[in-house]
C-alpha cells in the first residue's frame, strides 16, 4: 500500500480525556478504523510468547513512553490488516505518537497524519474520571500512584509532540469537559470545517 490510500488523524489528549470515547462515535458515524496505541500494546502485552510482555507491562505501570519501534510495528501491522481484511483506508490512530521521535518516525515511515484532535481536559477531571473507571477497569495504570506518573509524563514528553504540530497548523482543538454526547457534537462541527 502506499501513503496516497490512506487517511490518518491522530487522536490526542491526557490520560481520561475521552480518546476512546470519542473514538467510538467516530467508528459508529463515519466508518473510521479505531486504532489505540495503548489498546495495542496490551494486547501485545498479554499475547503468548511475545518477546516484550514484560517489557510493555512494565512501562505502562511507570506511565512512561514504550520504545517507539514497538508501537509503530504494532500500529502498521494492524493498519495493514484493516486494509487487506476490512478495506478500510480511513485511520483514527488513538493515543499517539506521544513523544516527538514516534512522531516523526511515523510520519517519516509510514505516513503523515491529515491533523490531530486534541482533546482538552483539566487533570482534575481527568483523575477522577480514571479512580472512577479503576474500580471496575483491571486496567493496571487506573490507580492514584500510576496516573500521577502518567499526568507528568504526559506534560512533559507528550504536550511537545502537540506543540509542534500546532506550529505547523494541524491541530483541531476540542474542549473535552462535557458530556460525552456533548464533546462528540464539538468534534463534528470541527471536523466538518475541516471537509471531514
Ligand atoms: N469519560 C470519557 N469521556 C467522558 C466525559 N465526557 N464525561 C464523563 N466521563 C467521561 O475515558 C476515560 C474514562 O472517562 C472512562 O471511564 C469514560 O467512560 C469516562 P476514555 O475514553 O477511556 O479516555 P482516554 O483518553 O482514552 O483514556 P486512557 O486511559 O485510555 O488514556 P491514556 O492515554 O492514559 O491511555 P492509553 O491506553 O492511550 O495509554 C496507556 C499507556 O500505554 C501509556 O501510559 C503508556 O505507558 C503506553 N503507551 C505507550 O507507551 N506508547 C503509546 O504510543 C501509547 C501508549
Ligand atoms: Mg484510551
Redesign the pocket.
Known sequence: WSPEQVTVLFVL????????????KLVRDYGFKHL????L??EEQDRPGSEFGEM?KT??K?????P?EV?IQLLENAMKKSMEEEGKSLFLI??????LD?AHAFERSVVPSKFTLF?ICPES??QE??L??GET?G?A??NAE?IKK?FK??VETSMPVVDEFEKQGRVVKVE?????D??YEDIKGKLREKGV
Open positions: 489528549g491526557g490520560p481520561g480525556a475521552g480518546k476512546g470515547t470519542q473514538c467510538a489505540s496505541a495503548g489498546d500494546l496490551r510493555i512501562y505502562i511507570e506511565g512512561t513512553i514504550v517507539m508501537t488513538d493515543g499517539f505518537p506521544r513523544k514516534q482533546l477531571v481527568m474520571r480514571l472512577k473507571r477497569s486496567r495504570d487506573d500510576s502518567r509524563t504526559f473535552a469537559v462535557q458530556t460525552p456533548e464533546v
